[in-house]
């Protein structure tokens, strides 16, 4: 069974970089995977933030950034700010039009 | 701008059926992939099910795959997800999603509704 893996939680301090990972159990994920970044706050519906590796959603500052680094997707928030402090969820495109959550990252910010 | 709205929710037991609806506004409905994604409670995001723009091609989760149907009624800008033999495991905030074609029959979660509630509970 096919596992996306991401931190459970991590924190960063006001105006501090941090970069959140998504990786999968068995295997590496490269650009063919097509990795998304999702932010939630609680009691809010999911926003997106990244699709397709690196491309912004319209309105998401460029603080946001992704990447692949090694075998893994990455999300990299610069200059983190107090309204950072959310869920963050990767998804990964597994093929034949099936899509795979990570489990998400809770964000502390302090 | 893009809005989705869904409906149907509520509770229901377990073995039984429901149907969720998401009435889309702000963009031409016809030529959008349409997702739905779940959020059980206290839990994190599992996709569903994905819906072509025409109908024509659809894809499920193997946890629900067999006992929900997703289906669109272009001319009233609505998708639907018929749930059927729910299990408490089911129970969760059900996401409407705007797809976004990126390549060839690949289209990701762009723009979410506010969601639907689903209980099942005896």
């Known amino acids: 069974q096919t596992v996306v893996t991401q931190e459970p939680s991590f924190s960063v301090s006001p105006g501090g970089t941090v970069t959140l990972t998504c990786g999968l159990n068995?295997?590496?994920?490269?650009?063919?995977?097509?990795p998304g970044w999702y932010q939630q706050t609680p009691g809010q519906a999911p926003r997106t933030l990244i699709h397709?590796?690196?491309s912004r959603s319209s309105g998401v500052p460029d603080r946001f950034s992704g990447s692949i680094l090694g075998n893994k997707a990455a999300l990299t928030i610069t200059g983190a700010q107090a309204d950072d402090e959310s869920d963050y969820y990767c998804?990964?495109?597994?093929?034949?039009?099936?899509?795979?959550f990570g489990g998400g990252t809770k964000l502390t910010v302090l | 701008q893009v809005q989705l709205v869904e409906s149907g929710g509520g509770v229901v037991q377990p073995g039984g059926s429901l149907r969720l609806s998401c009435e889309a506004s702000g963009f031409t409905f016809n030529i959008y992939g349409m997702h739905w994604v779940r959020q059980a409670p206290g839990k994190g995001l599992e996709w569903v099910t994905f819906?072509?723009?025409?109908?024509?091609?659809?894809d499920y989760a193997d946890s629900v795959k067999g006992r929900f149907t997703i289906s669109r009624d272009n001319s009233k800008n609505t998708l639907y997800l018929q749930m059927n033999s729910l299990r408490v495991e089911d129970t969760a905030v059900y996401y409407c999603?705007?797809?976004?074609?990126?390549?060839?029959?690949?289209?990701?979660?762009?723009?979410w509704g506010k969601g639907a509630t689903v209980t099942v509970s005896s």
């Open positions: 819906i072509r723009y025409d109908g024509g091609d659809k």
């Open positions: 999603a705007k797809g976004k074609k990126i390549a060839d029959k690949i289209y990701y979660v762009d723009v």
């Open positions: 998804v990964l495109y597994m093929g034949s039009g099936i899509w795979v």
């Open positions: 068995s295997g590496s994920v490269s650009t063919g995977s097509y």
């Open positions: 397709s590796t690196n």
